[in-house]
């Protein structure tokens, strides 16, 4: 036989009795029987909005609000301290830690936090975009086609329109529970583990090329592609116009680099990763990048372009078949 209102409402208050989290039954007036009541009793009795730990932590608008915080801070590349500067990636650190969740430090790595999302027609704010491949840049979406980023040199923390399609959006928060204790500082790509990471197993030098693509936020993939069309991994290698080690640095490009030795696989590889990622942020396009790592980035603003050099028209797509051989 059913209860009824009054029945389920009497069983209701009994429970809440027996777990102490209401007055006992005589508490509950006649009018238990409106439904209003009946949903806020029912809600009482099993916890919800109790702070029983069910609580969601920060949403996506909490992101947003916590973005426009930086609005104006000057873009310093490397920076990760709001007094001084940010740049995309440290924007987007800063964030989501004053919101309790760490996040990796470079920018192809945030842009494996989280989840995948499909297109940024599913987008919602708070979830981070990234851009380019290999990733070189962050941002944060607003909603609306508008992001938040620290776009590059000389410019500052700013709304921008998403002016691309990004090649990763991830959403770090769902549902987070208030209590739970976010830590994505360590996430790496997939399947980094050591020197033997991210699809450089069995690659010479691999430990070199993770450390500097995580010290510069450059593709690790790239600095080892890089490596292999210039000098098939050969730190003492010298080329006919001179340029020296496994990176093929001329003398005086490694004197501009602060390079002291070619020749020493670690400061060469280091190197070569600042000087890329100064050639992403100009040119924005890792086959330019690539072009004017060759040629020089003179050339290729004058040609608006990859120059049309037989050694650098052969030298980018050699490079990029590299960079897939690895994954990349």
Same mark, same amino acid.
């Not at 029945?7 to 209401?22: D, K, S, Y």
């Given at each position: 036989m059913?209860?009824?209102?009054?029945?389920?409402?009497?069983?209701?208050?009994?429970?809440?009795?027996?777990?102490?989290?209401?007055?006992p039954p005589?508490?509950l %007036?006649?009018?238990?029987?409106?439904?209003?009541?009946?949903?806020s009793?029912?809600?009482r009795?099993?916890?919800?909005g109790q702070?029983?730990g069910a609580?969601?932590g920060p @949403?996506?608008?909490?992101v947003?609000? *916590?973005?426009?915080k930086? +609005?104006?801070?000057p873009?310093?590349?490397?920076?990760?301290?709001?007094?001084?500067?940010?740049d995309? @990636?440290?924007l987007?650190?800063q964030?989501?830690?004053?919101?309790g969740v760490? +996040?990796?430090?470079?920018?192809?790595?945030?842009?494996?936090?989280g989840?995948?999302?499909a297109? +940024?027609? %599913?987008?919602k704010?708070?979830d981070?975009?990234?851009?380019?491949s290999p990733v070189?840049?962050?941002a944060?979406?607003?909603? %609306?086609?508008k992001?938040i980023a620290?776009?590059?040199?000389?410019?500052?923390v700013?709304?921008?329109s998403?002016y691309?399609?990004?090649?990763?959006?991830r959403?770090?928060?769902?549902?987070?529970p208030?209590?739970?204790v976010?830590?994505?500082s @360590?996430l790496?790509p997939?399947?980094l583990? &050591?020197?033997a990471?991210?699809?450089?197993?069995g690659v010479?030098?691999a430990?070199?090329?993770?450390k *500097?693509?995580?010290?510069?936020?450059v593709s690790?993939?790239?600095l080892a592609?890089?490596a292999?069309?210039?000098?098939g991994?050969?730190?003492?290698?010298?080329s006919?116009?001179?340029?020296?080690?496994?990176?093929?640095?001329m003398?005086?490009?490694?004197?501009?680099?602060?390079? %002291?030795d070619?020749f020493?696989?670690?400061q060469?590889?280091?190197g070569a990763?600042r000087?890329?990622?100064?050639?992403?942020k100009?040119?924005k396009s890792?086959?330019?990048?690539?072009?004017a790592y060759?040629?020089g &980035?003179?050339?290729?603003?004058?040609?608006g372009?990859i120059?049309p050099?037989?050694?650098?028209?052969?030298?980018?797509?050699k490079?990029?078949?590299a +960079?897939?051989?690895?994954g990349?």
């Amino acid at each position: 036989m059913s209860l009824g209102v009054s029945g389920v409402m009497g069983r209701i208050a009994e429970l809440q009795e027996q777990l102490g989290l209401t007055p006992p039954p005589a508490a509950l %007036d006649a009018a238990g029987k409106s439904g209003d009541k009946f949903a806020s009793a029912l809600a009482r009795a099993t916890g919800a909005g109790q702070g029983t730990g069910a609580a969601t932590g920060p @949403s996506g608008g909490d992101v947003v609000a *916590a973005a426009k915080k930086y +609005l104006g801070t000057p873009y310093v590349f490397g920076g990760t301290d709001p007094k001084k500067g940010l740049d995309c @990636s440290g924007l987007v650190q800063q964030v989501y830690e004053d919101l309790g969740v760490k +996040l990796p430090r470079n920018s192809w790595q945030q842009a494996t936090a989280g989840r995948p999302v499909a297109s +940024l027609a %599913d987008a919602k704010p708070g979830d981070v975009l990234a851009f380019d491949s290999p990733v070189d840049h962050v941002a944060i979406y607003l909603g %609306d086609n508008k992001m938040i980023a620290a776009p590059k040199p000389g410019d500052h923390v700013k709304i921008q329109s998403v002016y691309e399609k990004p090649t990763h959006i991830r959403r770090i928060l769902d549902d987070v529970p208030a209590a739970a204790v976010q830590d994505m500082s @360590s996430l790496r790509p997939a399947g980094l583990r &050591g020197s033997a990471a991210g699809g450089l197993a069995g690659v010479p030098y691999a430990d070199l090329f993770l450390k *500097a693509g995580a010290k510069h936020d450059v593709s690790p993939k790239l600095l080892a592609a890089v490596a292999k069309v210039e000098s098939g991994y050969d730190p003492k290698a010298v080329s006919p116009a001179g340029a020296r080690g496994m990176m093929q640095l001329m003398p005086g490009t490694a004197r501009g680099l602060g390079v %002291d030795d070619p020749f020493d696989p670690e400061q060469a590889v280091d190197g070569a990763a600042r000087m890329l990622k100064g050639l992403l942020k100009e040119f924005k396009s890792v086959p330019l990048a690539l072009a004017a790592y060759n040629a020089g &980035g003179g050339a290729v603003h004058r040609y608006g372009g990859i120059p049309p050099f037989s050694e650098t028209q052969a030298y980018v797509p050699k490079v990029q078949k590299a +960079l897939a051989a690895l994954g990349g």
